[in-house]
């Protein structure tokens, strides 16, 4: 990390976001991310402290920084915790059942960010959420609304090391926000799940999977009374919320 840095520049959770090997970014909010507000939920709702350096550590560091580049910087080249070539991601990919890896390009195809990743074969009236009516926009913005302080993330236990990372993880926010007009609670949201990271010598990634149960994030979400299509639209447009992320 840059030591020129002021302490307000700085992320202690993520590399690639700062510094001088980022000037020429091209960050899909013209800037960096400011991460102060989910790292203070993350810190507070945690329920692992790792050692320094521990191995654990570096795994949800090394998620961490995953995570903000894909969300956050537009071109692929500007991805530095992934090594580019034949780099694949899956979510709840099951060989026998027919579905394959991703590419970048299929994965922005889909819709990238969260729409990537509620990615189901449930018909569509049974769906709640239905990625295929969604954009990388629209996806976005539902559910930084539904979660204004963030999604935070933690790894809660490592199986393997490099080369490939077995790790489980939780995600977690309050639903301070309306979602899919239903309207916010308040209550805690939380998604576990499984993933396998295979890297190479450099810890640069070469492969991500996903398992998780969409069903557990979206029963949080889907609660809430449900709202009519103006008030819902009327926080959607809220500037605050449109720029949470």
């Not at 903000?68 to 537009?74: C, L, P, Q, S």
């Not at 979206?218 to 447009?237: C, I, P, V, W």
């Given at each position: 990390?840059?030591?020129?840095?002021?302490?307000?520049?700085?992320?202690?959770?993520?590399?690639?976001?700062?510094?001088?090997?980022?000037?020429?970014?091209?960050?899909?909010?013209?800037?960096?991310?400011?991460?102060?507000?989910?790292?203070?939920?993350?810190?507070?709702?945690r329920t692992k402290i790792w050692p320094p350096a521990s191995l654990e550590e570096k795994v949800q560091n090394l998620v961490?920084?995953?995570?903000m580049e894909m969300f956050n910087k537009i071109s692929f080249p500007d991805y530095k915790s992934v090594k580019l070539q034949?780099?694949?991601?899956?979510?709840?990919?099951?060989?026998?059942?027919?579905?394959?890896?991703?590419?970048?390009?299929?994965?922005?195809?889909?819709?990238?960010?969260?729409?990537?990743?509620?990615?189901?074969?449930?018909?569509?009236?049974?769906?709640?959420?239905?990625?295929?009516?969604?954009?990388?926009?629209?996806?976005?913005?539902?559910?930084?609304?539904?979660?204004?302080?963030?999604?935070?993330?933690?790894?809660?236990?490592?199986?393997?090391?490099?080369?490939?990372?077995?790790?489980?993880?939780?995600?977690?926010?309050?639903?301070?926000?309306?979602?899919k007009g239903h309207a916010p609670t308040g209550e805690l949201v939380q998604l576990y799940g499984i993933s396998i990271f295979?890297?190479?010598?450099?810890?640069?990634?070469?492969?991500?999977?996903?398992?998780?149960?969409?069903?557990?994030?979206?029963?949080?979400?889907?609660?809430?009374?449900?709202?009519?299509?103006?008030?819902?639209?009327?926080?959607?447009?809220?500037?605050?919320?449109?720029?949470?992320?």
């Amino acid at each position: 990390m840059d030591s020129s840095l002021t302490d307000q520049q700085q992320d202690k959770y993520r590399s690639y976001l700062h510094g001088e090997g980022e000037k020429n970014t091209n960050w899909k909010l013209g800037a960096p991310p400011n991460y102060d507000t989910v790292n203070k939920l993350f810190e507070e709702g945690r329920t692992k402290i790792w050692p320094p350096a521990s191995l654990e550590e570096k795994v949800q560091n090394l998620v961490k920084t995953w995570e903000m580049e894909m969300f956050n910087k537009i071109s692929f080249p500007d991805y530095k915790s992934v090594k580019l070539q034949n780099y694949t991601v899956s979510v709840n990919v099951i060989k026998f059942l027919g579905r394959k890896p991703l590419s970048l390009e299929e994965k922005r195809k889909l819709g990238g960010g969260y729409n990537s990743f509620m990615q189901t074969s449930l018909p569509e009236d049974l769906r709640g959420y239905n990625p295929a009516q969604e954009t990388e926009h629209s996806s976005h913005l539902a559910f930084t609304t539904a979660f204004p302080r963030g999604f935070a993330l933690e790894v809660i236990q490592v199986y393997s090391g490099p080369p490939s990372i077995v790790y489980r993880f939780r995600h977690w926010g309050y639903k301070e926000g309306p979602f899919k007009g239903h309207a916010p609670t308040g209550e805690l949201v939380q998604l576990y799940g499984i993933s396998i990271f295979e890297v190479d010598d450099e810890m640069k990634i070469l492969k991500v999977e996903f398992f998780f149960d969409r069903g557990e994030l979206l029963g949080g979400l889907m609660k809430g009374d449900k709202l009519t299509s103006g008030t819902d639209q009327a926080a959607l447009s809220c500037p605050f919320l449109r720029n949470t992320g």
